[in-house]
């Protein structure tokens, strides 16, 4: 049970907008910035969003992140096939001194 | 361009120990600090462990605490990770992955990693 709670499983179709929710408390989401990963299988996680709404260079702008309070959300617009792979959030966890990870979040386009 | 090799990876059984490796390049090793992250098969992303970028400072999650150890070698651009006691449910890929702050405080966002190595624990 992941302190960052993420639907298993999301969905669209092409061209489609899909938002991926990721929900925690005040001690991590609630006071920290969130990031947000992407993997596809049988490869390494590869950082889509920092500091809650921040792109690294090379990440379209089809995808963007927010948060509010104690939760964040990932949103891709124009969903392409590309986009078919596993997200996770991830925050700093204070009782950790390390960060926390969602569950994940398998998107498939339909 | 930044490399993140890992290394050392195999079939343990229970209760024997394991290092890993970790072979950095393309960028200042002993300005970042570093983190190891595992992934049960078929499970999520599970941090296990973060060293300073000058290995001042080291964190675990509670189930490693005790049995695993993060060290680094800035002479050689290595990051280890020491694994003792090993138990079924360390079983996981593990990645070694570069924090983005800069001689700082450790912010845990994981720009650069590695490929993975996988760990299996079996009698």
């Known amino acids: 049970q992941s302190v960052l709670t993420q639907p298993p499983s999301a969905s669209g179709a092409p061209g489609q907008r899909v938002t991926i929710s990721c929900s925690g408390s005040s001690s991590n989401i609630g006071s920290n910035s969130v990031n947000w990963y992407q993997q596809f299988p049988g490869t390494s996680p590869k950082l889509l969003i920092y500091s809650d709404d921040q792109r690294p260079s090379g990440v379209p702008d089809r995808f963007s992140g927010s948060k509010s309070a104690t939760s964040a959300s990932l949103a891709i617009s124009g969903l392409q096939s590309e986009d078919e792979a596993d997200y996770y959030c991830?925050?700093?966890?204070?009782?950790?001194?390390?960060?926390?990870f969602g569950g994940g979040t398998k998107l498939t386009v339909l | 361009q930044v490399q993140l090799v890992e290394s050392g990876g195999g079939v343990v059984q229970p209760g024997k120990s394991l290092r890993l490796s970790c072979a950095a390049s393309?960028?200042?090793?002993?300005?970042?600090?570093m983190h190891w992250v595992r992934q049960a098969p078929g499970k999520g992303l599970e941090w296990v462990a973060v060293t300073w970028h000058d290995g001042s400072n080291q964190y675990y999650m509670d189930s490693v605490k005790g049995r695993f150890s993060i060290s680094r070698d800035n002479s050689r651009n290595t990051l280890y990770l020491q694994m003792n006691s090993l138990r079924a449910e360390d079983t996981a890929v593990y990645f070694c992955?570069?924090?983005?702050?800069?001689?700082?405080?450790?912010?845990?966002?994981?720009?650069?990693w590695g490929q993975g190595i996988l760990v299996t624990v079996s009698s």
């Open positions: 992955a570069r924090d983005s702050a800069v001689e700082g405080v450790i912010i845990a966002q994981l720009d650069y």
């Open positions: 991830a925050t700093w966890a204070d009782s950790l001194n390390g960060p926390v």
């Open positions: 393309g960028f200042t090793f002993s300005n970042y600090g």
